[in-house]
Antibody, heavy 122, light 111 residues
Framework: QVQLVESGGGLVKPGGSLRLSCAAS????????MSWIRQAPGKGLEWVSY????????YYADSVKGRFTISRDNAKNSLYLQMNSLRAEDTAVYYC???????????????WGQGTLVTVSS | QSVLAQPPSVSGAPGQRVTISCTGS?????????VHWYQQLPGTAPKLLIY???NRPSGVPDRFSGSKSGTSASLAITGLQAEDEADYYC???????????FGTGTKVTVL
């Protein structure tokens, strides 16, 4: 069965950096686009970034552009999010999600990990 | 800042039918981008409920149905059950933002 397991979250000071990882199993990782989505405490969902199956196509939300970098290692079945210049408003649970493959106009996210909490505070 | 508006809460008795609206604009739902729905049970990760406006992934009960018209979409839950108490989010793509957007979220309460 599809499994996505995030790690790397924690407490970091404003301006600091953190690298999140997502270990994928139960499917052919290299065949799928992947995404990061976050949820601030008690708030709604916010799409952060996605990366194509080969890594050649990447998009970011304006709120993280220039500060966050998404990447993947298909040999290790892993997805990453390097977060720099962190701000208090980046505090959230970060979910790794697989992009669905059924033909739709615009992507959707068919499997999600359990999430990892990132807290930005001094 | 969510560009897809949902009612904060809806409620219904067991067995009743409830609907959740998702109102967008000409740069997202009205621009023919599909709408997808997610269910988030308390303390858990979101789960895909409906994709491509009205399609259910395998394992999702047929009590859940979705539709889209113009700049809006709806999720209907028929035969409401206690286990349906959760937050529900719609999602689409916005061409003005060049990114994926989620609705504000709706909490469903079973009375």
């Amino acid at each position: 069965q599809v499994q996505l397991v995030e790690s790397g979250g924690g407490l970091v000071k404003p301006g600091g950096s953190l690298r999140l990882s997502c270990a994928a199993s139960g499917f052919t990782f290299s065949d799928y686009y992947m995404s990061w989505i976050r949820q601030a405490p008690g708030k709604g969902l916010e799409w952060v970034s996605y990366i194509s199956s080969s890594g050649s196509t990447i998009y970011y939300a304006d709120s993280v552009k220039g500060r966050f970098t998404i990447s993947r290692d298909n040999a290790k079945n892993s997805l990453y999010l390097q977060m720099n210049s962190l701000r208090a408003e980046d505090t959230a649970v970060y979910y790794c999600a697989r992009v669905g493959k059924m033909p739709t106009i615009g992507y959707y996210f068919d499997y999600w990990g359990q999430g990892t909490l990132v807290t930005v505070s001094s | 800042q969510s560009v897809l508006a949902q009612p904060p809460s809806v409620s219904g008795a067991p067995g009743q039918r409830v609907t959740i609206s998702c109102t967008g604009s000409s740069s997202n739902i009205g621009a023919r981008y599909d709408v997808h729905w997610y269910q988030q049970l308390p303390g858990t990760a979101p789960k895909l409920l409906i994709y491509g406006n009205s399609n259910r992934p395998s394992g999702v009960p047929d009590r859940f149905s979705g539709s889209k018209s113009g700049t809006s979409a709806s999720l209907a839950i028929t035969g409401l059950q206690a286990e349906d108490e959760a937050d529900y989010y719609c999602q689409s793509y916005d061409s003005s933002l060049s990114g994926y957007v989620f609705g504000t979220g709706t909490k469903v309460t079973v009375l």
